[in-house]
């Protein structure tokens, strides 16, 4: 195989190779596939062969001079000593694994025989962000030196990508859908394709840099790299909060059944404002600027609030026509609290919202479908429609625009900066909390500066729209990165009419009075989002309280079942000296896993007041071989992390158990 050129006419080995890994590719991500596919052979790198008889590729670097991808010696040792040298590994290293191992007698030690020693620091991930695919043999030698890692590959340049298909079989994490190709730096592609592995990258990942990616397509990767840092940064802010509020959102979504089930969701105002402007009014501190002409913009504009600028525009006579609502925490019914009379603002609420918002808003309301409420109900439960998940009410605000089919979409006090040294507008209801702290030394001004520098650690310094720099933090900047993925992926066209605050990518800036000059030139039909009445069946909170009774002794019967695992395990850790009472004990383990699997919908409820434990499960699974001849001490590790997770069953399954008699309280007394 003299070049990649001439490989149609070439071994038989070779053609067969691309084969399979084209087919293996197809199946995993067929987009790529039909590109490389339609890649004449002709338009591939020149291989050559290596020393060793292995081959090397040739390529011309930015600066128009030669480089190689690898050794022209010995190429496979040099992927061996780069991958070594840019990993570092535990005893044992970090590996996916199943349930409770069976101990067996004589146990030989972990590891292949042909894998190198485990180096004593630490390398917590078996996650990879390799720079540069070159032909290949690095994603080889990181399948070999790890158990089932992720990998997840910077290439652009797909004739070298094809050549790669020629030489190296990577069927086996492509068909493990452990291998992913990022071929452009696009943000919306990045998310797109990371998204599932979004816990894995959280819980750490490695750069694995090949050399000549510093000289050839030197630019695609720095913009790959920092991609995949935002992304991070966006999926750690995601998977904490979902972490650390998991209970309370369930609770809340329990909580909000009665409203759930009594108003209408969103599948009943789908494209209702089709081909219409709508303006997103946030609480950045450019607000001020605009928020007077939204009064005149209001019939020919449709205007979605987020909460925290509710009272604001009412004070001012400018009801929306939407405000938005998802925070899990009963601060938000602030925003809500003491309004005499909402109108025809319609809210619309996610169900994990605090209880006391939908209980407090007495205007129209649509609230979005949980797969809670349907794991909890079962057939009972109504079909809603659903918005994308989004971490703020601007998100979801944004999605609801989407929904309405909206065109453009104009964003107002969108800063997710601190214009002019602000973190709010002012007038807005935080004011009312500080004034008990303000004075002569103590200023609207001065406590508006502290809530910026109090995150003095996580600021960044970015440019707004008109090119200047400006601070932003942590949070904010991950906001901005979900907005603009979604603007990058949106049919819509997108307006930063916000007058201030950070530029954002896949936004348009102008003023809002040129926008409206622009876009908002005709009338909304009245009554555009009016609906009639549809009461609940009379006999509904007969059926929903039967079926809360239902899960109830379910999961009595989950945690019984949890208990008894617990106290098989317990006896496990005394018996590795006695490997054939050791393996019967876990077929009884088998026995209750298979008791629990026909409770499924009730323990997938446990598992998500549960979520810390299913992340340390993950974690834990990273850290353990997934050999065929395990040892004794992979057994403890097994063992032990087994029985934390039980021990978090048992304690989900109590919350539950104390949690939904309040919700079916709640449903009797609030549900006609």
Not at 95 to 112: D, I, L
Not at 192 to 212: C, D, N, Q, S, W
Not at 275 to 287: D, E, F, N, Q
């Amino acid at each position: 195989m003299e070049c990649a050129a001439t490989l149609l006419d070439g071994p038989a080995s070779a053609r067969a190779r691309y084969l399979a890994n084209l087919a293996a590719l197809y199946a995993a991500d067929p987009e790529l596939a039909v590109r490389i596919d339609a890649l004449p052979f002709s338009r591939l790198p020149r291989l050559e062969p290596a020393r060793d008889g292995n081959l090397t590729v040739r390529l011309t670097a930015d600066d128009g001079k030669s480089v190689y991808a690898h050794s022209r010696h010995r190429p496979l040792e040099e992927a061996s000593a780069l991958v070594a040298g840019q990993t570092r590994r535990k005893a044992g290293g970090p590996h996916e694994t199943g349930e409770v191992g069976r101990a067996g007698e004589g146990a030989q030690a972990p590891g292949r025989a042909d894998a190198p020693a485990a180096d004593a620091e630490d390398l917590d991930s078996s996650c990879f962000v390799v720079n540069g695919l070159g032909l290949g043999y690095h994603i080889t030698e990181l399948e070999r030196q790890f158990s089932k890692p992720l990998l997840i590959v910077a290439e652009d340049d797909l004739s070298l990508l094809k050549a790669a298909l020629c030489v190296t079989d990577l069927t086996t994490p492509l068909r493990g859908r452990r291998l992913t190709f990022l071929s452009a730096a696009d943000k919306a592609a990045v998310h797109e394709r990371l998204r599932a592995a979004m816990t894995y990258l959280v819980l750490g990942m490695k750069f694995i840099t090949l050399p000549h990616t510093t000289r050839y397509h030197a630019e695609f990767h720095t913009q790959v790299r920092a991609l995949l840092r935002d992304f991070v940064s966006y999926s750690r802010v995601q998977i904490f909060s979902l972490l650390r509020h998991a209970r309370i959102t369930c609770r809340n979504v329990a909580f909000n059944l009665p409203a759930y089930l009594r108003q209408p969701g969103v599948e009943a105002i789908k494209d209702r404002a089709r081909g219409y402007p709508a303006i997103l009014v946030a609480a950045g501190p450019s607000l001020a600027r605009n928020v007077d002409q939204l009064k005149e913009l209001r019939g020919r504009a449709v205007l979605i609030a987020v909460q925290t600028v509710l009272k604001t525009l009412l004070a001012r006579g400018i009801p929306p026509h939407f405000v938005t609502s998802l925070d899990y925490h009963e601060l938000s019914a602030q925003f809500f609290e003491g309004v005499a009379d909402f109108g025809e603002t319609i809210l619309v609420a996610e169900p994990k919202a605090h209880w006391r918002v939908l209980d407090t808003y007495s205007g129209p309301m649509h609230v979005l479908h949980s797969g809670f409420v349907d794991e909890l109900l079962r057939d009972v439960s109504p079909p809603r429609g659903e918005l994308r998940a989004g971490s703020t009410v601007a998100h979801l605000a944004f999605y609801l625009a989407e929904h309405l089919g909206c065109d453009p979409i104009i964003l107002v006090g969108q800063d997710l900066s601190f214009t002019e040294g602000l973190y709010y507008p002012a007038g807005m209801q935080i004011e009312r909390i500080w004034w008990p702290e303000l004075g002569r030394f103590n200023t609207i001004e001065m406590k508006q500066w502290e809530r910026i520098v109090r995150a003095r650690a996580m600021l960044h310094v970015v440019k707004d729209i008109h090119g200047r720099d400006t601070y932003t933090d942590d949070q904010l900047y991950t906001y901005a990165e979900q907005f603009q993925s979604d603007f990058l992926g949106s049919s819509a066209r997108i307006v930063h009419a916000t007058e201030g605050g950070m530029r954002l990518t896949g936004a348009e800036v102008m003023t809002l009075r040129e926008a409206a000059g622009r876009f908002c030139t005709r009338d909304l039909p009245p009554r555009l989002f009016a609906l009639p009445p549809q009461p609940p069946p009379p006999d509904l909170p007969a059926r929903v309280g039967a079926a809360l009774e239902q899960r109830l002794v379910e999961l009595r019967e989950i945690r019984e079942i949890a208990r008894a695992t617990a106290e098989i395990l317990e006896k496990l850790g005394r018996l590795f000296d006695r490997p054939a009472e050791f393996n019967r004990l876990v077929m009884r383990v088998d026995e209750l896993r298979a008791r629990m699997v026909q409770n499924d919908l009730t323990y997938s409820l446990v598992v998500q007041v549960s979520q810390l434990a299913e992340l340390r499960r993950v974690h834990a699974d990273r850290a353990i071989r997934d050999d065929e001849c395990e040892t004794v001490e992979t057994a403890r590790r097994r063992l032990r992390r087994d029985r934390e997770y039980v021990a978090a069953l048992i304690d989900g399954c109590n919350y539950l158990e104390q949690m939904l008699p309040q919700a079916l309280e709640r449903v009797r007394e609030r549900l006609p």
